[in-house]
């Protein structure tokens, strides 16, 4: 009889542990975490098989919740440690996820890296465009005039666009999601995580404790589809929805297909075997050790 035959159908249930978030009460990361149960239930993702990383923040905290292999670890350091689990283990789905504090300032150079190699796994950004659990600085994504705990007077900085950068520096894969549209943040989710590449999800997901609740409401306000015309194929066409300030479009921006790092390897791997029939990566390794 097959594994798929003896298994039990998983429920969003199934993934939660017994922790109970400690998130504000309305806080927005409640929406990806029950949006990240249903499309881990729709692709009937086997949680000894899965692994999500994050780094530090109250985004951060995610993993916890979820009853995969997780790791909690450095701020900024979601995505190496991702690189790391998916190098050793191709078989795994990785899942990272984290602040837009932790991904675009501290992480930033990781998040340009992982995106150019095609890293195969995704990248679930909660973006509250403010520093959360060091009570709301500003953040690369908080928007240029903005006041905050550290911009008392304005931000003087232009704000990043998460899915600008991740188109620009090579994803392969860039949606847009705003948590308080679970049925829309679930279909983007289960999208990103079929993507063979780096798929980079970019969830608008309010502060409303340092943000306050307008965040929310003004989200709601501004949020607009794709157009179904959109051609996800073209890195121009993706890129005329970033840099909105008065929308927030949603839905699945930019889509290609282009080998992943672990691709890309297997042919470093072929070519320094070839014309070496009987050497294995160890022999190969060897020959570059001094012989004193
Ligand atoms: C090396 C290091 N620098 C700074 C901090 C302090 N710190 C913890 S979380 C955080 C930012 C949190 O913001 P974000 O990543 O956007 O996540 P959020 O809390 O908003 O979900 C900072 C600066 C730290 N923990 N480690
Ligand atoms: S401080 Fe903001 S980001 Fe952190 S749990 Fe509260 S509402 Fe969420």
């Given at each position: ?14 993934y939660k542990t017994d922790l109970k978030p400690v998130w504000c009460a309305g806080c927005g990361d409640f929406g990806v975490l029950t949006g990240l149960y249903r499309a881990l239930t729709e692709l009937q993702v086997k949680p ?65 890296h992982a995106a150019r190699r095609n890293l195969d796994v995704s990248y679930i950004l909660m973006d509250n465009e403010i520093y959360g659990l060091t009570k709301g600085q500003a953040a690369p994504t908080t928007p240029a005039g ?147």
């Open positions: 009889m097959s594994e798929a035959a003896t298994l039990p159908e998983f429920k969003p249930s199934d000894w098989e899965t692994v999500v990383v994050s780094g530090i923040g109250c985004s951060s905290r995610l993993p916890g919740y979820v009853d995969t292999f997780g790791v909690n670890s450095l701020h900024g350091r979601a995505l190496p440690l991702a690189a790391g689990v998916k190098v050793a283990r191709p078989d795994l789905t990785v899942i990272a996820v984290g602040g837009d504090g932790d991904g675009l300032a501290i992480g930033g150079n990781h998040f340009l903005d006041k905050t705990k550290s911009t008392h007077y304005g931000n003087p900085e232009p704000a990043v666009d998460p899915c600008e950068l991740a188109i620009s520096v090579g994803a392969t894969w860039v949606g847009r999601a705003f948590s308080g549209d679970l049925k829309g943040t679930v279909e983007l989710m289960v999208k990103a995580l079929r993507h063979k590449g780096f798929a980079f999800l970019n969830v608008m997901s309010p502060c409303v404790t340092w943000r306050g609740d307008d965040q929310f409401k003004s989200l709601k306000a501004k949020q607009r589809q794709l157009p179904e015309n959109h051609d996800a194929s073209s890195r121009a066409a993706a890129l005329v929805y970033t840099r909105e300030s008065e929308i927030v479009t949603t839905g699945v921006l930019f889509d290609v297909s282009e080998p992943t790092l672990l691709d890309r390897l297997a042919t470093v791997k072929v070519n320094a075997l070839a014309g070496k029939p009987q050497s294995t990566v160890a022999d190969i390794i060897k020959s570059f050790q001094p012989s004193f």
